[in-house]
């Protein structure tokens, strides 16, 4: 019975210890202390109640420690390298483990989880079409590639028991306790949402980086890679105005002007001036002058509206509502839209383009108003300016030399010519 009291003080000695020194060590000879008492109890069956009574006490304290016990040896190693007697219920702590104080928000935690993987779910889906929609290349397919591998590694680790023994490994080597697995699947969710979110949230940086790459390209001649940028700037901001009036603009010039109302139609619906005198002058060309105009007064205001001025713009903008007027023959009030142009031009810092375009305009409004006279100076002025690389002044300029030359003067209409007229390759710009 003395042998017993000292195996039971000997196993008291040993889990007050734990609280001082949990090591392998510590947690070892605690075993060991009642694997002593276990097997003396087997050769002395008729055990004093005391003893009973404390021995239950302190099972119950090794039991308190059963967590932190497990956070610190490996019970299954162990379990291999001693093999204890199944009966030894302390060599196996960790398959009957009370739940731990911070098991009880679980739930929530569990709960935030799948919602975060909805919401990750979706943002792929989301950033996925979009680089599909616009054409995959090289960005587009590095942008898809590497958050799908992310999503399903993170699927791996949460949902396979491969990947769930590769985690409880990552959480050993760094010390992270198992009763805070939830918690860390939560914070690897929101790990991947901010990966998600962050690409997300800069995909209209990406799209202006694609309009760019698509006006570079437009500018070195490369009108297919040009549109196929421009499409994949729409893709992933489709409020990226400059891109869809960069893309009416390309399609025009490619005479595709299906495409370019459509294109401009969104541009003028976000308030984008130039895209309104782009789409009427296409107004003008198809006889719906009343259309244009309202577009013309439209893309005026929102120029006043702006902070900064745009005289190459509003030039244009007032030329074209001179052209509408005339073309609905009040010429009265096309002159004045006409001559409020050419002061636009006159003042600015900076040339206009198209300036012979109100000069070649303003000669007809005279010529039909009956001032052949002032008509001719307007004319003089369409010749001197014009350019003929321009389908608009093309055809006014053949008019100022028909009108020239029957008073006697020239208009050499083909004399700046980039090409030779055996070879009458043309070249175009949108107004």
Known sequence: MAELEAAIANYRWAIEQLSKDLSTTTILRLFYARDQICELLQMTPKTLVPHQTELLELDLALRDYAWRIVEVVDLGQMRKSFSPSDQAW???????????????????????????????????????????????????????????????????????????????????KFGIKSHFREEAKLISTVALFGIFGGLWLSLPSISRLYNYLGDRSLEAGEVEEAEKNFKRAIALNSDNTTAHYNLAYLYEDLQDTAQAITHYEVAVAQSFPAANNNLARIYLLEDRESEAIALLRAGLVELDESPTDNPDLRYNILKNLGWARY????????????????????????????VAASYCLQALNLQDSGQPEAAIAQWQKCCENGNIDNPDEDKWLLKAAVALEAVGQTCNVDQSLPYSLDDPGTSTSSL
């Open 90 to 172: 302390w060599w196996f702590l960790d398959e009957d483990l009370p739940p731990h104080k911070w098991d009880r928000f679980d739930w929530i935690w569990q709960s935030l989880t799948v919602s975060g993987w909805t919401i990750n779910l979706a943002l792929l889906g989301d950033i996925t079409s979009r680089f599909v929609m616009g054409g995959i290349g090289v960005g587009g397919a590095t942008a898809v590639i590497l958050p799908t591998i992310l999503t399903g590694l993170k699927a791996r680790s949460d949902l396979q028991e491969k990947g769930q023994d590769v985690i409880k490994f990552i959480f050993e």
């Open 327 to 354: 073309r609905q023959d009040a010429t009265e009030a096309a002159s004045k839209y006409l001559i409020a142009a050419e002061n636009v031009a006159q003042s600015s810092a900076t040339p206009v383009t198209n």
